[in-house]
């Protein structure tokens, strides 16, 4: 179904009609659109039916919202609770974010107190570390690894089986430690693996 | 736009001036726009209350930068009250819900003693909380147009466009609903067999 103005090529169809019932009921449609659409709906039943069918849908929905939210009420409590919500300065706390916030606050006060902890503990440990580490070796352990190679083969069965004896590397380490000392070498054992021999 | 009357005009002016007994004032005589605004938007009275307070602190913290000259005090009202009810902490409570989740089943509703309030309510609940909002403002607030694009902050081509569609998905519900009231309201009980 579809309407000519005027001689115009202003053709209304019945779906832009149906698009635009709404606004032509809530008088928002501009001047010339009213026109058309209100000769087409002379001569459209159905866009008629239509337009019927969305005003009794637009009352239905108004009535019963205004029904159904006029059932409801505040509570007699609510100013007092916005005076107290007031007065203390601080937003309402629903009881989620109440839980929420007493969780953080006990976090924060446990984190408040383990923190120097955990930092002592650290500090201490760093201490040990760094006091079993570079402890002075005690002149009469120091080992010349020369004099040593040359009375006896260091031992070496303190430290684990090299992973592949193939590798130059660890046979050079090894060759070392067993007293086949090749001077050359830039692997020199360690004053640890001495002293713990 | 309609203007604020001169009695709201003379609280504000005086709660402005931190006269507690106008702001009083001032939440009796809106206490229920709120109230009954924030339970359509949520669906919940429990929510509600407590978006109602949240309304009330947020106009008494901020009610010295309303200037009644640049609006009406209800616009300003619905504005605050919608942008809560749209904001993030009650994302979850605006989701849409199906309509078996709310009713438990759709069978509920072949009940030929079906509150026509209800349903409108639960077909408006089953919208995005954008289009429930611009219908609980149309057809519960009974705002113009041009109020509608000032509380919700939003074009008037989109404001057309938004209750176009609600309207339409809301027409499209409801004849469904009552398409299922009666076809079952012929049908034999199971005591009847």
């Known amino acids: ?197 | 736009m309609r203007p604020s009357d001169g009695e709201t005009l003379e609280w504000i002016r005086r709660a402005q001036a931190g006269d507690d007994e106008a702001f009083a004032s001032l939440f009796h005589k809106y206490k229920n726009l709120v109230f009954r605004t924030s339970f359509l938007m949520l669906g919940h009275q429990h929510d509600a209350e407590d978006l109602l307070q949240d309304v009330f602190l947020e106009v008494h913290r901020s009610l010295r930068q309303y200037q009644a000259d640049k609006g009406a005090f209800t616009t300003w009202l619905y504005r605050i009250t919608i942008n809560d009810c749209l904001n993030s902490k009650r994302k979850k409570l605006l989701s849409i819900v199906s309509f078996d989740e709310i009713t438990g089943s759709r069978e509920m509703f072949t009940d030929s003693n079906l509150d026509i309030d209800e349903s409108v309510q639960r077909a408006v609940n089953q919208l995005s909380p954008k289009l429930r909002a611009i219908v609980v403002l149309r057809y519960y607030a009974d705002l113009s147009y041009a109020e509608l694009t000032e509380v919700l902050d939003i074009p008037l081509g989109t404001v057309k466009s938004r209750l176009n569609q609600a309207l339409h998905l809301l027409k499209s519900e409801l004849s469904e609903q009552s398409e299922c009231v009666t076809r079952t309201a012929f049908l034999p009980r199971v005591s009847d067999v």
Not at chain 1, 6 to 15: P, Y
Not at chain 1, 57 to 85: C, G
Not at chain 1, 93 to 118: I, Q
């Open chain 1, 1 to 197: 179904m579809f309407s000519l103005r005027n001689n115009e090529k202003q053709i209304m169809f019945c779906n832009e009609v149906k698009q635009l019932l709404a606004l032509y009921l809530h008088g928002e449609l501009a001047r010339s659109e009213r026109a058309l659409l209100a000769m087409h709906l002379t001569q459209c039943r159905a866009c008629q039916r239509e337009l019927d069918a969305i005003a009794n849908a637009e009352s239905v929905i108004s009535s019963s919202l205004k029904a159904y939210a006029n059932s409801v009420a505040p509570s007699k409590q609510a100013w007092l609770r916005l005076q107290t919500a007031i007065t203390d300065g601080s937003p309402r706390r629903s009881f989620s974010k109440a839980a929420l916030d007493a969780f953080a606050f006990g976090l924060s006060r446990v984190a408040s107190s383990a923190l120097p902890l955990l930092a002592l503990f650290v500090v201490a440990g760093a201490i040990v570390v760094s006091v079993l580490a570079y402890s002075p070796v005690s002149s009469d352990r120091v080992i010349d690894i020369r004099a040593a190679s040359a009375s006896k083969p260091l031992s070496i069965q303190h430290l684990a089986p090299p992973p592949d004896p193939d590798v130059n590397l660890f046979s050079s380490f090894f060759a070392q430690m067993s007293g086949e000392i090749d001077e050359a070498s830039p692997i020199q054992p360690c004053a640890a693996c001495i002293r713990f021999r």
